[in-house]
Nanobody
Framework: VQLQASGGGSVQAGGCLRLSCAASGRTVSSYYVAWFRQAPGKEREFVAAIRWRGGSTHYADSAKGRFTISRDSAKKTVFLQMNNLRPEDTAVYYC???????????????????WGQGTQVTVSS
């Protein structure tokens, strides 16, 4: 599976952005697709995940109520709608996927075998 992330940019606090992750290659119907982020000097952090089949979603506490993960099956694309952005959301955001993950492993970056390139999100105060 190849993943192509896009949609990053610079916004002011309170603004919004929508990230996209386009999948190609193998069918992704059995996959989880997730977003992680990494700020300078910090560990990669789980943001949200969606199960392609069924569409169940999972969020980090920091994302709940502000971010929404969704998918468009026809376009094989996963979206991360980010609202009410804060300066602490500034990071490089990565789209990841795997088809052999258990629920307890969703927040673990090393559990995912497929990674897209990052897209920078910068939120200014």
């Amino acid at each position: 599976v190849q993943l192509q992330a896009s949609g990053g940019g610079s916004v002011q606090a309170g603004g919004c952005l929508r990230l996209s992750c386009a999948a190609s290659g193998r069918t992704v119907s059995s996959y989880y697709v997730a977003w992680f982020r990494q700020a300078p000097g910090k560990e990669r952090e789980f943001v949200a995940a969606i199960r392609w089949r069924g569409g169940s979603t999972h969020y980090a506490d920091s994302a709940k109520g502000r971010f929404t993960i969704s998918r468009d099956s026809a376009k094989k694309t996963v979206f991360l709608q980010m609202n009410n952005l804060r300066p602490e959301d500034t990071a490089v955001y990565y789209c990841v996927a795997d088809n052999s993950i258990i629920l307890s492993s969703l927040p673990i970056a090393a559990a995912y075998n497929y990674w897209g390139q990052g897209t920078q999100v910068t939120v200014s105060s």
